[in-house]
């Protein structure tokens, strides 16, 4: 788990460093609010792995039992 923590900030560290470069260049302006905005989903995703991995297995679970009372 500190792993995943490190490789976490550590990947978010090199990721503001280079927003803060788009930030700067006022050619990129559409292209921050795309990086940003990718950047909190990728971050939703890693913090809420396991909830989103459980929630599609019961899911297809549910969908598996229920085909074969079709």
Same mark, same amino acid.
């Given at each position: 788990? $500190?792993? !995943?923590? &490190?490789?976490?900030?550590? #990947?978010?560290?090199?990721? @503001? @460093? @280079?927003?803060? +470069?788009?930030?700067?260049? +006022? $050619? #990129?302006?559409? /292209?921050? +609010? =795309?990086? !940003? *905005? *990718?950047?909190?989903?990728?971050?939703? =995703?890693? *913090?809420?792995?396991?909830?989103? /991995?459980?929630?599609?297995?019961?899911?297809? +679970?549910?969908? /598996?039992?229920?085909? &074969?009372? *079709?």
């Amino acid at each position: 788990m $500190k792993k !995943l923590y &490190g490789k976490m900030v550590c #990947g978010m560290m090199v990721l @503001r @460093r @280079r927003a803060e +470069e788009i930030l700067k260049d +006022e $050619k #990129g302006m559409g /292209t921050v +609010e =795309v990086i !940003l *905005i *990718i950047l909190v989903l990728i971050g939703l =995703v890693i *913090i809420f792995k396991s909830q989103l /991995t459980e929630l599609v297995e019961n899911i297809f +679970e549910k969908i /598996t039992k229920q085909a &074969g009372s *079709i």
